[in-house]
T-cell receptor, first 115, second 114 residues
Framework: AQKVTQAQTEISVVEKEDVTLDCVYETRDTTYYLFWYKQPPSGELVFLIRRNSFDEQNEISGRYSWNFQKSTSSFNFTITASQVVDSAVYFCALPRTGANSKLTFGKGITLSVRP | DTEVTQTPKHLVMGMTNKKSLKCEQHMGHRAMYWYKQKAKKPPELMFVYSYEKLSINESVPSRFSPECPNSSLLNLHLHALQPEDSALYLC?????????????FGEGSWLTVV
């Protein structure tokens, strides 16, 4: 069985602060993928990143960075110098291996960035 | 901007109505999905179409009826819904449905059943 745990439920920061969103996963697969999505109040789920299990390099995209650690089954997401537009719910997700993929989502983290 | 387009954005329907949600993508994807999301919960998979054939039905009640007229279009027909069916309905697509594919979501249709 697969499981994604996002232990933080709500985080509130002041603009320009750095914030890290945690994601811990469980899978028996040796090869797998991990995703992060952002959901603003409008409702759309916006794809942020896909990471495969055999690439453990950290990734940076502008103010966003991701720290993938296979040894601890974690895939954490850091926003540097947060902005009000970063306010959203963030989901970490793990797809089922094989055809007809089904995403297992974490419960989501609600991030509020105050001006 | 999303390349998965959903209409309508908002829908209010009575319990005896028949309505449909529509979804379109032009990315050449061959897998399309319907997810349901209740407030403060993660999305839950309802249906998967792969190459225009229904491949997964997550034990969804028959008052929800999916249809995939072609590889670009996905509909969700609604009939005799209950107030607890009020939710955000998200359409999504991916290249061919395999686990390494990125799944792209639309903006969603907010459904209220009265």
């Amino acid at each position: 069985a697969q499981k994604v745990t996002q232990a933080q439920t709500e985080i509130s920061v002041v603009e320009k602060e750095d914030v890290t969103l945690d994601c811990v996963y469980e899978t028996r697969d040796t090869t797998y993928y991990l995703f992060w999505y952002k959901q603003p109040p409008s409702g759309e789920l916006v794809f942020l990143i896909r990471r495969n299990s055999f690439d453990e390099q950290n990734e940076i995209s502008g103010r966003y960075s991701w720290n993938f650690q296979k040894s601890t089954s974690s895939f954490n997401f850091t926003i540097t110098a947060s902005q009000v537009v970063d306010s959203a719910v963030y989901f970490c997700a793990l797809p089922r291996t094989g055809a007809n993929s089904k995403l297992t989502f974490g419960k989501g983290i609600t991030l509020s960035v105050r001006p | 901007d999303t390349e998965v387009t959903q209409t309508p954005k908002h829908l209010v329907m009575g319990m005896t109505n028949k309505k449909s949600l529509k979804c379109e993508q032009h990315m050449g994807h061959r897998a399309m999905y319907w997810y349901k999301q209740k407030a403060k919960k993660p999305p839950e998979l309802m249906f998967v179409y792969s190459y225009e054939k229904l491949s997964i039905n997550e034990s969804v009640p028959s008052r929800f009826s999916p249809e995939c007229p072609n590889s670009s279009l996905l509909n969700l027909h609604l009939h005799a819904l209950q107030p607890e069916d009020s939710a955000l309905y998200l359409c999504a697509s991916s290249l061919n449905g395999r686990s390494g594919n990125t799944i792209y979501f639309g903006e969603g249709s907010w459904l209220t059943v009265v």
